[in-house]
């Protein structure tokens, strides 16, 4: 009898971390999250244009020897 109770108690312990990582956040029910509003995908699309401007604005490496740190050394 003693062995029964261990092996439940033991069973419950390690099965309720995972049953807890469910319930969080609305219960683990996903209704229409997958789905983005008109604003959010203006929204994205608004910072998806800011970040491809701020990316243009960074000027390329054009000199190919600086490349090579012990370029003066050899």
């Known amino acids: 009898m003693r062995t ?3 092996a439940l108690t033991t069973i419950a312990l390690l099965t309720a971390p995972a049953y807890s990582q469910g319930r969080g956040k609305g219960g ?3 209704s229409g999250s997958d789905q983005q509003s008109e604003e959010q995908k ?3 699309a608004e910072s998806d244009k800011a970040y491809k ?3 243009d604005k960074i000027p ?3 000199d ?3 490349d090579d740190p012990w370029q ?3």
């Open 72 to 74: 003066k050394v050899r």
């Open 53 to 55: 401007a701020a990316v």
């Open 60 to 62: 390329d490496k054009g």
């Open 4 to 6: 029964v109770v261990v």
């Open 28 to 30: 683990g029910k996903r």
């Open 64 to 66: 190919k020897g600086h």
């Open 42 to 44: 203006k929204k994205n």
